[in-house]
C-alpha cells in the first residue's frame, strides 16, 4: 500500500498539546497549557500559553504564539513582564536576532507592560530568525505597541518535534531582573496528515486520511484478512519524550464506504498492545477515529515495549473492527456550564484497582468544538477528599482522555474543573461497584444542565 503526504499540517502542543516543565525549582508544570501556579511575592503565578491556529494549511502559514503571565487568585496579569523565548530542533539552537540587542547570546526578549505575549511566526528558509519590533529601553525587550511582534525564520519549517523555552526575565519593573529567573521548557510540533489506500467493494480503493503530531509516517499497511489498518513513525520509547508527553494523540478519518469501521467502537493497538479510543461515526462522509493516550497509559507502554523489545524505535498505530466478545460498552454524561458544553464517557463497567479511561470532550454552546482547552480532572471520594487531579488540554475537535484509578469501591464525585482557563466547571457523581457491570451516573451537574444517561453513540470507547 502506498503513503502519500499531502501539503496540510497541524500546529499541535506535543506534551498535551502543551507541557511546561520547570528548569528551577520555583516553578512547576504539568500537562496543558496552564502549569499549577508557582509562589511569586506571595501571589499565585501562572503562565499560560497557546498556539493557534491549531491547523495550518501550508508550512508558510504564519502561527500566531501567545503567552500570559498572571495571578490565579485575582486573574489579573502581571504588569512590565520581560520575556525570553527561543527554540530548538533536533537539539540545535535556532538562534533569534532581536532589536533588544546581542544580550543572553543573542535570544530574543520580548515585552509587554500589560504582561500579554503575541508573536507572530512566519516559517522561512533562513539561517536564523529575525524578530521585528520596537525596543524597551530598560532591559531591551521588544515589543509592537499591542500588536504582534513578528518573528521570521527557520521555526515550524520542518516535521519533527521543536523545543520551545519560555523565561521570564522581569516582572512590575524592566529596571530589575527576577531572581531566580523563571523557565519553562515546552515541546510543540508541526504534524502532517498523510493518506494511505484502502482496498473496498467492487475493486475500488479508498484513501484514509492519518493527522499525525509527532513526525512522518515512514510506514503504512492494510491486512484484508484481519482488516487492519497499520501506519508508524520514528518515536524513541527509550528517551524521555513518553515521560514529557501529557497525551498521544493520533487521528484517523476513515470514508463511510469501508463499511467494517463505521461503527460505535474500534480496536486499536500501539506496537502491538491494546489502547483506548475514541470513535465518532456521525459524520456523513468519515468515520472518525481518534488514539488518546493518556500519560499514565503512555508509561505503561514505554516500559512494556522496551521490556519486550516490541520496536522501541517506532510508534507502530493499528486500527480494526472489535472483537464483539471484548467490546467495552461504554457510558455518556453530559453537563454545561455558562460557556461550554461538556462530555464525560467511561467504561458501563468501573472496578477498583484498575485504570479507567475517562474521555472528555469540550464544545461551546454554539455546538462547536473547543480546541486546545486547557482544563483539569478532579477526583473526590465520599467524603469530599480530592484524591487525583490531572490537567489536560483539547485537540482541534474538542477532544482529551485521562487515565483514573480508584481503590475502593463507592460514591465519586468527578469534576472538570478550569474549563478553557476559565473558573467554569461541572461535576458528576460516580459508583465504583464492582458486584456489578455498570457505574451508575447520577447527576449533580456543574452550574446548569441535565444528565445524559445511556449508551455513548459515536464518540466510543475500546480498552
Not at 87 to 94: A, L, M, T, V, W
Not at 347 to 352: L, T, V
Request: proline share 7%; aromatic share 10%.
Amino acid at each position: 500500500m502506498k503513503s502519500k503526504a499531502v501539503a496540510i499540517f497541524a500546529m499541535v502542543f506535543f506534551a498535551t498539546v502543551l507541557v511546561g516543565v520547570p528548569l528551577i525549582p520555583s516553578a512547576f508544570a504539568h500537562g496543558g497549557m496552564q502549569p499549577p501556579a508557582a509562589d511569586f511575592g506571595g501571589k499565585k503565578a501562572s503562565l499560560f500559553l497557546k498556539l493557534d491556529p491549531p491547523v495550518i494549511t501550508s508550512t508558510t502559514e504564519p502561527v500566531f504564539i501567545t503567552a500570559r503571565f498572571f495571578d490565579e487568585n485575582s486573574n489579573e496579569n502581571f504588569k512590565e513582564v520581560t520575556y525570553r523565548i527561543f527554540f530548538k530542533k533536533d537539539g540545535k539552537e535556532i538562534p533569534i536576532q532581536t532589536e533588544g540587542g546581542d544580550a543572553y547570546g543573542g535570544q530574543g526578549l520580548f515585552y509587554d507592560p500589560g504582561g500579554n505575549l503575541r508573536i507572530k511566526i512566519v516559517p522561512k528558509d533562513m539561517p536564523a530568525a529575525q524578530a521585528k519590533g520596537i525596543s524597551e529601553v530598560q532591559y531591551g525587550g521588544i515589543w509592537n505597541n499591542g500588536q504582534p511582534i513578528v518573528v521570521e525564520g527557520p521555526v515550524f519549517t520542518q516535521a519533527g518535534l521543536y523545543n520551545l523555552f519560555v523565561e521570564i526575565h522581569t516582572v512590575g519593573t524592566t529596571r530589575t531582573q527576577v531572581e531566580p529567573i523563571l523557565q519553562y521548557d515546552v515541546w510543540v510540533t508541526p504534524g502532517r496528515e498523510e493518506t494511505v489506500s484502502v482496498p473496498a467493494a467492487g475493486g475500488s480503493t479508498q484513501q484514509v486520511k492519518i493527522r499525525n503530531y509527532y513526525g512522518a509516517i515512514d510506514k503504512s499497511s492494510y491486512d484484508e484478512q484481519t482488516k487492519t489498518i497499520q501506519f508508524s513513525m520514528p518515536y524513541d520509547w527509550k528517551s524521555e519524550i513518553a515521560n514529557r508527553t501529557g497525551m498521544l494523540h493520533t487521528e484517523v478519518f476513515i470514508p463511510k464506504a469501508l463499511s467494517d469501521f463505521d461503527r460505535e467502537s474500534l480496536k486499536g493497538t500501539v506496537n502491538g498492545l491494546d489502547v483506548p479510543v475514541f470513535v465518532d461515526n456521525f459524520g456523513a462522509e468519515n468515520t472518525v477515529v481518534h488514539f488518546t493516550i493518556s500519560k499514565q497509559h503512555l508509561l505503561s507502554l514505554r516500559d512494556k515495549i522496551n521490556a519486550e523489545n516490541r520496536s522501541p524505535d517506532q510508534a507502530v498505530f493499528a486500527l480494526s473492527p472489535p472483537d464483539p466478545e471484548s467490546e467495552v460498552k461504554v457510558m455518556q454524561v453530559q453537563s454545561e456550564s455558562s460557556s461550554y458544553a461538556v462530555s464525560l464517557t467511561m467504561p458501563e463497567s468501573i472496578f477498583p484497582q484498575q485504570p479507567v479511561p475517562f474521555g472528555v470532550k469540550i464544545t461551546g454552546k454554539d455546538g462547536k468544538p473547543a480546541s486546545a482547552a486547557t482544563y483539569e480532572l478532579v477526583i473526590q471520594d465520599a467524603d469530599g477528599k480530592e484524591v487525583s487531579r490531572s490537567g489536560g488540554v483539547t485537540t482541534p475537535e474538542g477532544i482529551s482522555s485521562q487515565d483514573v484509578a480508584f481503590d475502593k469501591q463507592g460514591s465519586f464525585t468527578v469534576r472538570v474543573e478550569k474549563i478553557n482557563a476559565t473558573s467554569e466547571s461541572v461535576q458528576s457523581s460516580i459508583q465504583v461497584v464492582p458486584e456489578f457491570p455498570v457505574a451508575a451516573l447520577v447527576a449533580s451537574l456543574g452550574v446548569a444542565g441535565a444528565v445524559v444517561y445511556g449508551r455513548l453513540r459515536g464518540f466510543g470507547l475500546r480498552v
